[in-house]
């Protein structure tokens, strides 16, 4: 997508190969972005900021530094901008122990704002950046994020992913080295604390898992759950935002299915796609007015052979948004 300037004043010379410059470095701005916010939809409206403050102030940009780090250092104070005074974003894990399977307990908290997922198709990033991408978009780990003040967030982004030196960050934020430091070491304890770190070791998208997973979608697709609950670990996870609910268990998941769950996914189609480095699908129920409707992305994450995590984002997060995005 070329940026989009609405008063042409504003560019400078070179214009058109100063689009294709800065275009080329939406995909790692969208990660990084992503991971600052934890809402892909959030994240393309940073970098689109991102871009116009980039236009405008080019003619300003002494190359002292490449064009990456300038419009980097631009993205990192939009996100800024962006969090100040907002609630964290969550999961329904964050909110509490898992819950019986019973109709009771599914209460839907639209008060929150939720982590949501985003399209590995969005990041698009070059070979070598694949296994950092994957392991550090994982929802866990995103969720874990939303925990780190936004400057203390923003450092650790910075120096453990984009590799940025502690001097670098340091000018960036206004601080002092030993402050980006101090703030790093206390960024990687909560995440070692919240188990972020060992999440990210679980199997992403590999091919070694397409026996698995098509027998994920025959299953759900005939509503076998005898079959369903046999590739899901015993105590894999599940999690239905916007609902506060989640569930633990293989049973309790198979129970929930059966009754008082959502048997409405009776029938359902699947189409792959992928996800924060997972597998996905998007889950079409049948319509009585005829046809399939859209009604969950399904993220899932595989551990030894198995499926341990499926976190359903139900559509009406956002059907209009959620599924064109992926």
């Known amino acids: ?41 959030e994240a393309e409206d940073a970098v689109q900021e991102t871009m116009l403050r980039a236009w405008r ?3 300003g940009f002494d190359r002292r530094s490449s064009l990456s780090t300038w419009v980097h250092r631009i993205a990192t104070n939009v996100c800024l901008d962006m969090l100040k005074g907002r609630q964290r974003r969550a999961t329904p894990m964050d909110l509490g ?16 704002t939720w982590i949501e997922p985003i399209s590995d198709a969005a990041l698009a990033p070059d070979p070598a950046d694949v296994a950092v991408n994957r392991d550090t978009v994982r929802l866990a780990f995103i969720a874990a994020l939303q925990h780190l003040p936004p400057r203390q967030r923003a450092a650790l982004l910075l120096c453990d992913v984009l590799r940025w030196q502690a001097s670098e960050v340091a000018e960036l934020l206004s601080t002092t080295v030993a402050s980006v430091n101090s703030a790093l070491q206390r960024a990687r304890a909560t995440l070692a604390a919240s ?59 198979g129970a929930w299915m059966v009754e008082p769950g959502p048997s409405g996914c009776r029938g359902s189609r699947l189409l792959p796609t992928s996800a924060n480095g997972c597998p996905a699908f998007g889950q079409y129920r049948r319509d009585p007015a005829g046809g399939y409707a859209p009604w969950a992305l399904q993220v899932l994450e595989v551990s030894g052979g198995r499926i341990a995590g499926m976190q359903f984002f139900l559509a009406f997060m956002g059907p209009e948004r959620l599924f064109p995005a992926f």
């Open 1 to 41: 997508m070329a940026v989009v300037v609405s008063d042409l004043t504003l560019a400078p010379s070179g214009a058109t190969d100063l689009e294709l410059e800065l275009d080329a470095q939406r995909p790692r701005l969208v990660g990084f972005c992503y991971r600052m916010l934890g809402s892909s939809f």
């Open 57 to 59: 102030g080019y003619d």
């Open 195 to 253: 188990g972020a770190a060992a999440d990210t070791q679980r199997e992403t998208v590999d091919p070694g898992n397409a026996a698995l997973l098509r027998r994920y979608v025959d299953a759900f697709q005939r509503y076998d759950l005898t079959a369903l609950t046999g590739v899901i670990h015993e105590d894999a996870v599940q999690s239905m935002p916007p609902f506060a609910m989640w569930l633990q268990g293989a049973a309790n998941i």
């Open 97 to 112: 122990p898992a819950r019986e399977p019973v109709a009771a307990n599914l209460h839907t908290r639209h008060e929150l």
